[in-house]
C-alpha cells in the first residue's frame, strides 16, 4: 500500500465536510469511509484486481477538490463537445455537472412530477427517505479504495427516483463535466432508484473540455425493483491527459432486467468496475461494452455479474480495439451462488489488435457452486484478417479503408445493441472518425 496518514489525505484532496450536523447519518458513513481509506490506501500492482494496472503516477499528484464556483460554461460550449451534444439532443431530459456541481442553467430536468431527477445534493437536504433507504447501501466501500474516497467525499450528483408502475419513455442523460486549469479531483455520486413494474433509460456521460489533467472518480448505484426494465449507458470521453475511475453498482429485484453499456473512449487512465448482483428469482441482466484505445492510454475494465438467486439469465459481450502503443484489461468474473439454480450465462471478451505494441489482458472466470446452470465464457484476441483485406482490396478499397471497414464491422456489433437510436447513430460517427484517424495515422508510419 501507499502509506498515507489522514492529516496528509485530508490535505492533499481538499476534504471538506459539509455535513457538521452531529448525529447526521451521512456523516457516519462518510466519517468511515475516509477512515477505511487510510486503511486500504491507493491500491497497487501487488493486489490481483490491479495487477496490470498501476495508480502510483495519480497517487502522486497533489489534487484540488474540483470547484465550480467562477466556472461558467454556456450550452454552446458544450454543444461542440461530442457526448454533450447527446444531452442537449431533442426529447432528452438533461442532468448536468459542472466539476461535480449541478448546474441549473445547463440542466433541464422536464419529467412527470412524479418522477424525481434531481441533484443529490439537494435530496440529501430534503432528508429523501430513498436517499436515505439507498445511498452508499450497495457499492461497498470496505475493499474498494476508490469506493472510499468516493463516499468519504460524497456532495453531489445525480438522484433519480421513479416511482411503481411508471413508464418513462424519454431518455434521462446525466452529463458530467470536467474544466479545469489545476490538477484537481471530482468524485461524482449517482443514485438510480426505479420502482417496482417501472423503465427508465438513463445515459450517463463523463467528459473532459480541454486538455488537462484531473481526476473522476464516479460511483453509480443502481436498484431495480421487481419486474422493472432499466437501461444504463455509461460513456466516457475524457481528456486524455486525465485519470478516470468509475464503479457502477447494480441491485437486481424478482424479474427485472437490466441492459448495461459501457462505452470508453478517452482518459489517460480508465478504470471501470461493474457488478451485477441479480439478487431476486428470474433477474435476467445484460452487460455491453467497447473500448477504443490509441498512443499511450491504458483502459481497465472489470465485471462481475453475481447470480444469488436460482433462474437468473446474463449474457456479457465486450469487444476492445486496440491502437499504437496503448493497453487494455478485461477482467470478468461469474459467481453462481449455491442456490442459483437453473442459471443461464455467457461471457465473451473479443480484441482486435491494430498494432504489435498493442497489448491486451483478458482474463474471463466462472465461480460455480450450483450444479444444475448453463454457463459459458471465452476470449480471443487477435489481428485485422489479412484475407477479409484482400478480399475488399480486390474490390477496389484501399488498404486503409480496408482495415477500417473491418474494424467498423467487428465494433459495430456492440453499437447494434443499444435501443436509443440518436445515441447510437452519434456513436457511430464518432466510431467512424476515430477509426479513420486511425488509419491515416497507421499510413503515414
Not at 442537449?88 to 442532468?95: T, V
Not at 445525480?158 to 489545476?182: D, K, N
Not at 438510480?192 to 413494474?197: A, S
Amino acid at each position: 500500500m501507499i502509506a498515507t496518514t489522514e492529516k496528509q489525505l485530508l490535505s492533499t484532496f481538499g476534504f471538506n465536510k459539509t455535513l457538521n450536523e452531529n448525529g447526521h447519518w451521512l456523516r457516519d458513513i462518510r466519517d468511515r469511509a475516509i477512515a477505511r481509506f487510510n486503511e486500504l490506501g491507493f491500491p497497487t500492482t501487488k493486489l490481483e484486481d490491479w495487477k496490470y494496472t498501476n495508480v502510483s503516477a495519480l497517487a502522486k499528484i497533489p489534487f484540488e477538490a474540483a470547484a465550480a464556483d467562477g466556472v461558467i460554461l454556456t450550452r454552446e460550449q458544450l454543444r461542440g463537445v461530442f457526448l454533450a451534444e447527446a444531452a442537449f439532443a431533442e426529447n432528452c431530459n438533461r442532468l448536468v455537472f459542472v466539476n461535480g456541481h449541478y448546474s441549473g442553467e445547463l440542466s433541464s430536468p422536464d419529467l412527470c412530477d412524479q418522477v424525481i431527477a434531481t441533484s443529490l445534493a439537494k435530496a440529501i437536504h430534503d432528508e429523501s427517505p430513498s436517499v436515505r433507504a439507498h445511498l452508499a447501501r450497495y457499492a461497498a466501500y470496505d475493499l474498494r479504495a476508490f469506493v472510499a474516497l468516493n463516499t468519504a467525499f460524497i456532495e453531489d450528483g445525480a438522484f433519480i427516483e421513479v416511482p411503481a408502475g411508471a413508464v418513462i419513455e424519454t431518455p434521462i442523460h446525466i452529463l458530467y463535466v470536467s474544466t479545469s486549469t489545476e490538477p484537481a479531483a471530482s468524485h461524482p455520486r449517482s443514485l438510480i432508484v426505479v420502482g417496482d413494474r417501472s423503465q427508465a433509460r438513463i445515459i450517463e456521460s463523463h467528459v473532459g473540455l480541454g486538455d488537462e489533467i484531473y481526476l473522476t472518480n464516479a460511483v453509480t448505484e443502481i436498484i431495480a425493483g421487481q419486474n422493472s426494465v432499466v437501461e444504463h449507458y455509461k460513456l466516457q470521453d475524457e481528456s486524455h491527459s486525465a485519470f478516470h475511475v468509475s464503479t457502477v453498482q447494480v441491485e437486481q429485484g424478482r424479474d427485472s432486467v437490466v441492459t448495461s453499456h459501457s462505452i470508453s473512449l478517452g482518459g489517460k487512465l480508465t478504470r471501470n468496475d461493474v457488478t451485477v448482483v441479480l439478487n431476486g428469482e428470474g433477474a435476467e441482466c445484460s452487460l455491453n461494452g467497447l473500448y477504443i484505445t490509441s498512443e499511450r492510454q491504458h483502459v481497465d475494465n472489470h465485471t462481475v455479474i453475481d447470480h444469488a438467486k436460482p433462474h437468473g439469465t446474463s449474457r456479457e459481450l465486450y469487444k476492445g480495439i486496440l491502437c499504437d502503443k496503448s493497453s487494455a484489461v478485461f477482467d470478468g468474473s461469474i459467481i453462481v451462488r449455491t442456490d442459483a439454480q437453473k442459471t443461464d450465462s455467457r461471457q465473451s471478451n473479443k480484441n482486435l489488435l491494430l498494432s504489435e505494441e498493442a497489448t491486451i489482458n483478458s482474463k474471463p472466470q466462472l465461480e460455480i457452486n450450483a450444479d444444475d446452470v448453463k454457463c459459458a465464457h471465452g476470449t480471443s484476441i487477435g489481428h485485422p484478417d489479412e484475407a477479409s483485406i484482400f478480399y475488399l482490396r480486390s474490390r477496389g478499397i484501399d488498404q486503409r479503408e480496408a482495415q477500417a471497414l473491418l474494424t467498423y464491422g467487428f465494433a459495430n456489433d456492440v453499437l447494434d445493441r443499444m435501443s436509443i437510436e440518436g445515441l447510437r447513430v452519434r456513436l457511430e460517427c464518432a466510431l467512424i472518425a476515430r477509426l479513420s484517424h486511425v488509419a491515416q495515422t497507421r499510413s503515414r508510419e
